[in-house]
Each structure stands twice: as C-alpha cells, then as structure tokens.
C-alpha cells in the first residue's frame, strides 16, 4: 500500500540531481555515489524512481517486521506495533520521498533486524550478520554526517563476533574497538569507491560560508 499511494516517488531537487547523476554517470561530490551508483543500474531495468522508492521500502518494511517478530511475541501486538511505527506521519509521508535520508533509514532499519537474528547465534547466524554489515555499509556510505548514528551498530556487530565466553568488560572494551575498526574499514571502502567514481568536483563546502556571510550580515546589520 505504501508503494502504491507513493508511486512512482517523490523527487526533490537533489534526488533529482542524484537521478540526473545516475543516468549520466558523470558523478560529483555534493552527495555520496553509491545511491547514484545503485539507481544507475536500476534506471537502465525500469526508468524512474519507481524501483529505488521499492527498494526502501522493502528494506524499511521488511527490517521493520522482523523487529517486530524478534521482540513481541503476540501476533496482534506485532501487527500494532507496526502499523504504529510504519504509518506513524513523520515516517511514512518522509518514506515516499526518494532521498539519501530514506535510504538510510531504511538501511539502517534493516541491518537492526538483521543484528537481532544474528545476535540468537543459532545456525547461520553468519548469514545474518554479513546481511546486516551489507545494509549498514549502504547506510554509511549513503550520507556523509551518518557516523553518529551507525557507529552504535557497528559496536553492536562486533559485540555480536566477538567470543561470548569473555566476560562482559572485555568483551565491551574489545566490542568498541573492534566496531570502531569495522566502521573505519567501511568508511574507507566507501571513500575509496568516491574517489573511483567522481569525475567532477562540485566544491559544494563553498556554499556554507556563503550561508554564514549572509547570516552574520542580517544578525549585524552590516554589510560583510
């Protein structure tokens, strides 16, 4: 239903920058590549924001539904918490919009079930976890100031790897270092395939101070 109430997805000037992008594959560095990379290939199957808005969305309630069966063990109460959290105004009308925001959120979304099946340790867990260093290395590399909200899932996946038999201040202090070190392996990947893609460089940080000169001028009342 959310698809279909959104199709084919809400496009603001930058998704339509990005789509623009993605169709020319001449890539600059106002916004990260890899949702320019992804809807490149994705243009070329159905043109259009049609299959990337599926795409989040799918992600968003999927991970969102496995959140649900983790945690609650009622069926209607899944069905509640769902229907709570998924319709809920903010997300659902900000989720018809293809942005890097809604990418990341349901990225992050889905790496969050996917840490909570793994977290059980139970045959394949495996598969689990590399699934939800797979989203969330989509989650980071779609936004550039995504660090302070993934970093905690990176730590929580090392938590995960690491050996339960250590006792819980080892196995902190190592879960830490070692997300920190699996976040640091991803921000790297992702900056290096950056630096693979861009063929132009917009200097976009050339905005900011401008934004800052006119505010300072209207806060002063003097021309700077």
Same mark, same amino acid.
């Given at each position: 239903?959310?698809?279909?109430?959104? =199709? #084919?997805?809400?496009?603001?000037?930058? #998704?339509?920058?990005?789509?623009?992008?993605?169709?020319?594959?001449?890539?600059?560095?106002?916004?990260?590549?890899?949702?320019?990379?992804?809807?490149?290939?994705?243009?070329?199957?159905?043109?259009?924001?049609?299959?990337?808005?599926?795409? @989040?969305?799918?992600?968003?309630?999927?991970?969102?539904?496995?959140?649900?069966?983790?945690?609650?063990?009622?069926?209607?109460?899944?069905?509640?918490?769902?229907?709570?959290?998924? =319709?809920?105004?903010?997300?659902?009308?900000?989720?018809?919009?293809?942005?890097?925001?809604?990418?990341?959120?349901?990225?992050?979304?889905?790496?969050? %079930?996917?840490?909570?099946?793994?977290?059980?340790?139970?045959? @394949?867990?495996?598969?689990?976890?590399?699934? %939800?260093?797979?989203?969330?290395?989509?989650?980071?590399?779609?936004?550039?100031?995504?660090? #302070?909200?993934?970093? #905690?899932?990176?730590?929580?996946?090392?938590?995960?790897?690491?050996?339960?038999?250590?006792?819980?201040?080892?196995?902190?202090?190592?879960?830490?270092?070692?997300?920190?070190?699996? =976040? %640091?392996?991803?921000?790297?990947?992702?900056?290096?395939?950056?630096?693979?893609?861009?063929?132009?460089?917009?200097?976009?940080?050339?905005?900011?101070?401008?934004?800052?000169?006119?505010?300072?001028?209207?806060?002063?009342?003097?021309?700077?």
């Amino acid at each position: 239903m959310h698809f279909i109430v959104y =199709f #084919p997805g809400y496009l603001s000037q930058d #998704p339509l920058d990005q789509l623009r992008q993605a169709r020319s594959f001449l890539l600059r560095d106002d916004n990260p590549v890899i949702m320019a990379l992804v809807w490149h290939f994705l243009d070329l199957i159905y043109p259009g924001p049609a299959l990337m808005l599926l795409i @989040h969305l799918l992600l968003f309630w999927v991970g969102l539904g496995l959140i649900a069966e983790s945690y609650l063990a009622k069926g209607y109460a899944r069905a509640r918490a769902l229907l709570f959290l998924g =319709f809920l105004p903010p997300i659902f009308a900000n989720m018809g919009v293809v942005w890097k925001d809604t990418g990341l959120l349901a990225s992050a979304v889905f790496g969050c %079930a996917l840490l909570l099946k793994a977290q059980d340790r139970t045959r @394949h867990w495996w598969v689990w976890w590399l699934g %939800a260093m797979v989203a969330l290395f989509y989650a980071q590399a779609v936004r550039h100031n995504s660090a #302070p909200a993934l970093i #905690p899932f990176f730590v929580w996946s090392a938590w995960i790897l690491i050996q339960p038999r250590l006792k819980p201040p080892a196995r902190l202090a190592s879960a830490f270092v070692v997300g920190l070190a699996i =976040f %640091a392996g991803a921000f790297f990947a992702q900056r290096a395939l950056s630096r693979a893609l861009i063929k132009q460089e917009s200097l976009i940080w050339m905005v900011i101070p401008a934004y800052d000169v006119v505010g300072l001028t209207v806060r002063t009342g003097k021309m700077l």
